[in-house]
């Protein structure tokens, strides 16, 4: 069996939890993407799962040095705790050749090429959870020895589960407070937002439903090219509603609370990067 190819690339995914069977469901739908994807996990259970799902189009490894073998492209969707070991593990067949991509949170591109060795192609990404539904946004960088030719090879490969943006790697740290986490802090607002729906006698599925909508609304309105300062005043009118509730945002500080919630997960981010050496 030859493999699924993007660009011609044989692609293989190391770890299929969360973001790894994610991007594995995202590509297997992608028109650009034929044949079978190599996938490994420590947990048995999973790799069953996915297999049952996807078969045939998915390929089993027995081991992840397996798909370091058989793959040209390999993502490494595993936690950065146990980056470096699956690293060692795999390095003496990632050759020069072969293009590593890495989801992991805090885990810089230099860190991964001191483990591989001098010359080997490195692009670090970081997604979110969004990719369950097609709807991630993926922020990605180029290590030392990638070339462009590699960056368009990540983008097709990110691409099918998501928008993807090319940035330096020093904003990873950002964007993994902004979006990586983000998407959470998004969701504790719908919560927020609906249970004062729900405070003021709506039924709870219909709030959240409501809220849910409200916010896609407005994200795309945004995403449209309404600046989110032009959409307030679209809605608030002098004496309305919308200002009343936007007056008791500003005093109970949420537009801080946000923005430290942001500030927050990048300090936590930056942490992480200077810890797994
Ligand atoms: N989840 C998110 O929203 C998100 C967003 C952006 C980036 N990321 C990054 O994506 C990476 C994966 O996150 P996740 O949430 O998908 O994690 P996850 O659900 O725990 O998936 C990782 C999988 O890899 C397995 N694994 C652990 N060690 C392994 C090894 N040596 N060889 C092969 N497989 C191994 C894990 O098994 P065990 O459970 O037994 O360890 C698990 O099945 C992380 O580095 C994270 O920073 C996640």
């Known amino acids: 069996m030859t493999g699924a190819s993007v660009r011609g690339k044989k692609i293989g995914i190391i770890g299929v939890g969360n973001i790894g069977a994610s991007i594995l ?12 994807l190599f996938i490994s996990d420590v947990r048995s259970e999973r790799l069953e799962l996915v297999a049952g799902e996807f078969k045939p189009r998915v390929l089993v490894c027995t081991s992840n040095l397996e798909v370091a073998e ?5 993502l490494l969707a595993v936690k950065p ?16 050749d072969k293009l590593l991509i890495t989801v992991a949170a805090g885990v810089p591109t230099k860190t991964i090429e001191r483990v591989l060795g001098e010359g080997k192609r490195v692009i670090r990404v ?5 990719a369950l ?31 993807v943006y090319t940035v330096k ?64 005043e679209m809605t608030a009118s002098p004496g309305g509603t919308t200002m009343r509730g936007l007056y008791a945002m500003e005093a109970r500080n949420v537009k801080a609370a946000m923005m430290h919630a942001v500030s927050a997960a ?7 990067s200077t810890s797994i050496e």
């Open 70 to 74: 058989r793959s040209d492209v390999i």
């Open 266 to 272: 990048t300090k936590r981010a930056r942490e992480l």
């Open 126 to 130: 970081m997604p979110n959870i969004g």
């Open 25 to 36: 469901r995202g590509l297997l739908a992608a028109e650009h993407v034929s044949g079978p």
């Open 169 to 232: 790697e020093h904003d990873i740290d950002i964007i993994t407070g902004l979006s990586g986490s983000g998407i959470a802090f998004f969701a504790a607002v719908i919560d927020a937002m609906a249970a004062g729906g729900v405070c003021e006698g709506l039924p709870r599925e219909l709030a959240l439903a409501i809220a849910a909508q409200t916010a896609q609304g407005a994200a795309k309105l945004v995403l449209a090219g309404t600046t989110p300062v032009a959409l307030q």
């Open 133 to 163: 539904i097609g709807e991630s946004v993926t922020a990605l960088s180029k290590g030392t020895y990638a070339d462009d030719a590699d960056e368009a090879v990540a983008k097709a490969v990110l691409g099918a589960i998501g928008a």
């Open 81 to 96: 705790q146990d980056v470096r070991a699956v690293l060692e593990g795999i390095a003496p067949v990632l050759g020069k």
